[in-house]
Nanobody, 124 residues
């Protein structure tokens, strides 16, 4: 059974940090391009970061560049999103997703598998 499970979401003060995890089962993450998305209340789901299937390239949207870092641990079959210098506008449910292709994309419709999401709230 193919499954993605996110964890690590929490309430954090502005300027704080969180590390989100996305653990896969039923398939190996290094056979897929992986994306992190987020959805805030009343807004569409937006791509945040992605990693190519090879793991050689990562991408970030402008709003998180320099603050978020995506990494992949093949031995643990897990992808991480390290989030630093968090801002209130980062508040959202964060999802990881896997796409059966080699390249990155921020288009949610191109991803095959999704996790259930983890809530990140940035507030004082």
């Amino acid at each position: 059974q193919v499954q993605l499970v996110e964890s690590g979401g929490n309430l954090v003060q502005p300027g704080g940090s969180l590390r989100l995890s996305c653990a896969a089962s039923g398939f190996t993450l290094d056979s897929y391009a992986i994306g992190w998305f987020r959805q805030a209340p009343g807004k569409e789901r937006e791509g945040v970061s992605c990693i190519t299937r090879s793991g050689l390239n990562t991408g970030y949207v402008d709003s998180v560049k320099g603050r978020f870092t995506l990494s992949r641990d093949n031995a643990k079959n897990t992808v991480y999103l390290q989030m630093n210098s968090l801002k209130p506008e980062d508040t959202a449910i964060y999802y990881c997703a896997a796409a059966g292709r080699s390249s990155c994309s921020y288009n949610p419709s191109t991803y095959n598998y999704w996790g259930q999401g983890t809530q990140v709230t940035v507030s004082s």
